[in-house]
Nanobody
Framework: QVQIVESGGGLVQPGGSLRLSCAAS????????MGWYRQAPGNQRELVAT???????NYADSVKGRFTISTNNTKNTVYLQMNSLAPEDTAVYYC???????????????WGQGTQVTVSS
């Protein structure tokens, strides 16, 4: 009932920038949580940044001051602006969106397909 599509990954040199996008569509009644996570080879998936419906934002310490999470609520879209990228930011980035469908009667908690971000010279 909910489709989530990510875009914006790619290869960038150290110090460069990328902007990730994640759009949710379907029978969405409301969204209360949007977040970005990442998983590097051999590591567990980790939180990068989250934002709730009351605009409360949370960042991992490793990205504070470099990454910015934002939303376009009319388009059910969440963005991750990544600046000053470093090789240790290389990972597959996943978005996670939580909300309600079917006029608010059912909760959903869905993930995007992941987008590769590679930081290398």
């Amino acid at each position: 009932q909910v489709q989530i599509v990510e875009s914006g990954g790619g290869l960038v040199q150290p110090g460069g920038s990328l902007r990730l996008s994640c759009a949710a569509s379907g029978s969405i009644f409301s969204i209360y949580f949007m977040g970005w996570y990442r998983q590097a080879p051999g590591n567990q998936r980790e939180l990068v940044a989250t934002i709730t419906s009351d605009s409360t934002v949370n960042y991992a310490d490793s990205v504070k001051g470099r990454f910015t999470i934002s939303t376009n609520n009319t388009k059910n879209t969440v963005y991750l602006q990544m600046n000053s990228l470093a090789p240790e930011d290389t990972a597959v980035y996943y978005c996670n969106i939580r909300g309600r469908v079917l006029l608010g009667t059912i909760l959903f908690d869905d993930w995007g397909q992941g987008t590769q971000v590679t930081v290398s010279s």
